[in-house]
């Protein structure tokens, strides 16, 4: 096993000190295991797991260091007076799984299960009358032999207070809730049912307001419950209600959400700093309802909260009791689910995994990449790319560094010259959308520093652009920071139009959840920058009728199956992958591994 090496940073070596000065025992294993506490946390991890590290050497800088075995580190841990167990309060919390976590993250994780927990305990009352006339009204039968996964998810999320729904894109979770909301709605004395819809993203609540909207028309079912049904969507923040220039929101455990029903897009961009705080800020009465992809790249924070609740394949079956009930609401049509006799976690029936895909052809290759990618199969997924049978799939090798622009010129002139002759702002953010360059690395040749250089030079060579100005017309823009003041939040993106009837002064235009158009004063703009081509992380929650996924010449740990995944399916029509054949099949059985206690607190260690 080759030895982990850690590349600490200035934050990772000020916490380790910080802590050693607050010891009441100096040794040396302390500063070690803080240091890559933190520097576990600035990856991603909410932990650090003493079982793979005690006993074992790792390179630290230019170090090789020896770490304790196990049993000794814990005595030598709890014995530093900054060590405690679950529930003291202590700048660190090591716990009986030997898992060492900076307090607040051990409190995020507790909270956040207990209230998941609680809610998937509880026992709702409905009219089973009213509910199987909504299901076969809203899900009618078909004969068929697959089961209605739809159909499943909205008898799922009547039954309890916690729900997931999981599903690639285009598998229909948008028009699943749609018919849950209607359920909900049908169900006596539920008028009015105060229903919150939120994302993590401007672009992702945008979305789903535009899909509820164009959905709901189409439902069977009254009027008066499609009217009920909201099309409002706020990003996650707006709907806690942010505080100016503090990490802390307006609703929390001590002033309640005053919703019934919260429903929350996008599950797996949610960090578990923001999933916490929203459900603390629930009532312990309120439904909550995850939507999102379990594949997808988790958060860029800390956490796998979709992930771990998730809490993979395994998870899936059904109680015979929950099966009885599909049985005995549709009918004899209704085809048994996979079911178990016993589990230890009342998640038990609370996630649904939505299995049909409703955009995608059987001749999909974007569909069939997207399967062998979740699977594992990086060698099948080579084969679908190389054969040249699916049109909405193409490969290529990546090009070294010196021929990318040579390269990329067809594909950029191609991509981006509708939105650039855009006559409004609207509908050059609409074009927009139509192509996007996607790479894993912010940094070097092939990162997206260095593509938008390169897309600026094509462009301008080709008339379409002057970037002798720095907020010339046409210049793509994505926030980099939370600005609670501008409502502008950290992956928004806008485009600089020049209006000639505002004297033609450079703003630029962001869409808003609306449909509509806000403009800002390039001199208000927080943090941004060009975004022809932007990282996989930040394209998650969008989508794009055509993109091109640049992937380094050479392997890399960064590259894995669920980036390579995320980044297929923001492909609506056509995705082209440059690659290096033996690094993509290398990242397609690399997954992404973070160190977390949240899921052996959901489903039992």
């Not at 052809?361 to 190389?386: C, F, H, V, Y």
């Not at 049978?389 to 010259?417: C, F, H, M």
């Not at 720095?470 to 139009?497: A, C, E, K, S």
């Amino acid at each position: 096993m080759p030895m982990v090496e850690y590349v600490l940073t200035a934050i990772d070596r000020h916490f380790a000190n910080f802590i050693q000065a607050e010891a009441t025992t100096d040794f040396p294993a302390l500063k070690v295991v803080t240091a890559l506490l933190s520097n576990g946390v600035g990856a991603g991890d909410s932990c650090l797991d003493l079982n793979l590290l005690a006993g074992q050497e790792v390179k630290v800088g230019d170090s090789v260091i020896t770490i304790l075995p196990y049993q000794e580190l814990q005595e030598l841990l709890h014995a530093s007076g900054v060590v405690g167990s679950g529930g003291d309060y202590r700048p660190l919390v090591l716990d009986s799984h030997g898992r060492l976590y900076l307090y607040r993250y051990w409190q995020y994780e507790h909270e956040l299960a207990q209230t998941l927990l609680g809610k998937a305990k509880s026992v709702v009352d409905y009219d089973e009358i009213i509910l199987k006339d909504g299901l076969n009204r809203l899900f009618p039968a078909a004969v068929t032999t697959e089961i209605d996964w739809q159909r499943v998810a909205a008898l799922a999320a009547l039954q309890k207070k916690f729900c997931v729904i999981s599903g690639g894109p285009g598998t229909g979770k948008t028009a699943t809730v749609v018919k849950i909301l209607a359920l909900l709605l049908e169900q006596p004395a539920t008028l009015p049912l105060r229903i919150a819809l939120a994302a993590p993203t401007g672009k992702s609540a945008a979305r789903l307001k535009e899909s509820i909207s164009q959905m709901k028309t189409d439902l069977d079912c009254s009027t008066a419950i499609k009217d009920n049904i909201p099309t409002e969507v706020l990003t996650i923040h707006r709907l806690l209600g942010y505080i100016s220039g503090s990490v802390q929101f307006r609703y929390n455990h001590d002033n309640r959400l005053p919703f019934d029903t919260v429903i929350i897009d996008e599950a797996s961009m949610v960090p578990l700093t923001l999933m916490a705080k929203l459900a603390a800020a629930l009532k312990p009465e309120a439904r909550l309802i995850l939507l999102g992809d379990r594949n997808q790249l988790a958060s860029v924070e800390a956490g796998a909260v979709l992930g771990d609740i998730c809490g993979g394949d395994s998870k899936e079956p059904f109680s015979v009791a929950f099966n009885a009930l599909m049985v005995k609401l549709g009918g004899e049509s209704q085809l048994s689910l996979p079911v178990v006799e016993n589990s230890p976690s009342p998640l038990l029936n609370t996630l649904v995994v939505l299995k049909k895909n409703y955009r995608f052809g059987n001749d999909s290759g974007i569909e069939a990449l997207g399967q062998a990618i979740t699977s594992g199969n990086g060698d099948r997924a080579i084969t679908l790319l190389g054969t040249g049978t699916s049109t909405d799939i193409i490969w290529q090798t990546t090009p070294p560094s010196v021929a990318l622009k040579k390269n990329l010129r067809e594909l950029v002139l191609a991509g981006y010259k509708n939105y650039l002759a855009a006559g409004t702002a609207i509908e050059a953010l609409r074009l927009f959308d139509q192509f996007r360059i996607l790479s894993p690395l912010r940094q070097g040749d092939y990162g997206v520093a260095a593509i938008n250089s390169l897309v600026e030079e094509i462009l301008a060579a080709a008339g379409m652009i002057n970037p002798q100005q720095r907020w010339y017309h046409g210049r793509p823009v994505m926030i980099t920071v939370n600005d609670y003041n501008l409502q502008l939040f950290n992956g928004d993106i806008g485009i600089v139009f020049h209006e000639p009837e505002k004297g033609g002064q450079p703003r630029v235009c962001f869409p808003t959840a609306s449909g509509e158009i806000r403009t800002i004063p390039v001199v208000r703009l927080p943090n941004h920058e060009t975004v022809y081509a932007m990282t996989v992380h930040k394209s998650q929650g969008s989508e794009f009728d055509r993109l091109l996924l640049l992937l380094p010449n050479h392997d890399s740990e960064n590259l894995t199956r669920e980036l390579i995944y995320t980044a297929v399916t923001r492909a609506r029509s056509q995705v082209d992958i440059w690659g290096n054949e033996a690094a993509f099949i290398a990242a397609v059985g690399r997954q992404v591994s973070r160190s977390s206690g949240l899921g052996d607190a959901l489903w039992g260690a």
